[in-house]
């Protein structure tokens, strides 16, 4: 079945303590993508990329890293969170001119 | 400034009953626009997408129209029923490569009750 995975569901941490976040996809996808989504702010763009070893910022992407060795993996590393990383966090995957595939998202508190 | 605004921001109707979601977007170069359907906690799951030239597509009983004059659509739901409960989300493509291309609306919550 054609799908993104992510890792973990949820999360519970505490302020600084680092993590990392697992994406992972079947359909050979170019394109892949971390959003985060915050009540009344809708999906904010946090990293996005194009292919291996091609990565670059979306449009909040301060305390945040990601790495792209792989073609299907595409983690997101939370070197030292804050409270204010506490968000649904969502993984997609495209095809260059083609709708994105969601994960199933992964719900992380920091405290 | 590329925007994307949906209306109402959420909307409780009776099971059966139809409903009208509206997206307004400036996203320019336009290259296409996608509705999605998210569930609580789930991600967004693509309902249709349409391109400059198409004014209407269907899926089911969804269907979004698209004015690209006025920069305007609208997801239409017929006879609705519980599952329909969801967050609804407009997503606008600018005509640009990347990935970083897309523009989102902050969703329509619609709830279905008996």
């Known amino acids: 079945e054609a799908q993104v995975t992510q890792n973990p569901r949820y999360l519970i941490t505490v302020t600084g303590k680092k993590l990392t976040v697992t994406c992972s996809q079947n359909?050979?996808?170019?394109?892949m993508s971390w959003y985060r989504q915050d009540p009344g702010l809708g999906l904010r763009q946090i990293y996005y990329?194009?292919?291996?070893?091609?990565?670059d910022k979306g449009d909040v992407p301060e305390g945040y890293k990601v790495s792209r060795k792989e073609k299907r993996n595409f983690p997101l590393i939370l070197e030292s969170p804050s409270p204010n990383q506490t968000s649904l966090y969502f993984c997609?995957?495209?095809?260059?001119?083609?709708?994105?595939?969601f994960g199933s998202g992964t719900r992380l508190t920091v405290v | 400034k590329n925007q994307v605004e949906q209306s109402p921001q959420s909307l409780i109707i009776l099971e059966g009953k139809n409903c009208t979601l509206q997206?307004?977007?400036?996203?320019?170069?336009?290259?296409?626009l996608r509705w999605y359907k998210q569930d609580t906690g789930r991600g967004p799951v693509s309902l249709t997408i349409?391109?400059?030239?198409?004014n209407t597509k269907s899926n089911g009983r969804y269907t979004a129209t698209l004015d690209a004059d006025t920069k305007q659509s609208s997801l239409h739901i017929t006879a609705s029923q519980l599952s329909d409960s969801a967050s609804y989300i407009c997503?606008?493509?600018?005509?640009?490569?990347?990935?970083?291309?897309?523009?989102f609306g902050t969703g329509t919550r619609l709830t279905v009750i008996p």
């Open positions: 997206c307004n977007y400036t996203v320019s170069p336009f290259s296409n």
């Open positions: 990329s194009m292919n291996v070893e091609v990565t």
């Open positions: 997609a995957s495209s095809r260059p001119g083609y709708g994105y595939t």
């Open positions: 349409m391109t400059f030239s198409e």
């Open positions: 359909m050979n996808h170019e394109y």
């Open positions: 997503v606008v493509s600018a005509r640009e490569t990347g990935a970083n291309n897309l523009f």
